[in-house]
């Protein structure tokens, strides 16, 4: 992944070739939050992956890791197309944390890491996966 000037709007490139069938349905999802909750922001960006990851755990086909793939890779896409300068910049900069973001949510579903004491935010978090 890099971070690239293009005329006037900053791109995240990432190394994929082609995203998966079901890659509209995945962009859709994040169009559905944006437009429930407003716009995607740093605060709001961690449901809205795992609302993808809820959808993308039922592709049996790919890998744990071409899943993940997919959802940066959606998420990556959607950013791109943020007119709004000062909030595509912070998402870019926010993303660098995405995939270890997408490591705990995973580990937690799996049980690897478990979470004792559960505020507000964690159980409407957990409530996702159940």
């Known amino acids: ?42 605060v709001n960006i961690t449901l809205c992956i795992t609302k993808i990851m809820i959808f993308v755990q039922r592709i049996s086909e790919l890998s744990g890791d071409q899943k993940k793939e997919l959802v940066l890779y959606a998420i990556n ?13 912070q998402l870019i900069l926010f993303y660098e944390f995405i995939p270890s973001i997408i490591d705990t949510l995973i580990d937690v579903n799996n049980q690897k890491i478990i979470i004792k004491s559960v505020n507000k935010c964690c159980i409407s978090i957990k409530k996702l996966f159940n």
């Open 1 to 42: 992944m890099s971070l690239e000037k293009n005329t006037d709007k900053p791109v995240l490139k990432l190394d994929i070739v082609e995203p998966h069938e079901d890659y509209k349905k995945i962009y859709a999802i994040i169009e559905n939050f944006v437009k429930d909750n407003g716009e995607l922001t740093s």
């Open 77 to 89: 896409d959607y950013i791109s197309t943020i007119e709004n300068i000062e909030l595509k910049t």
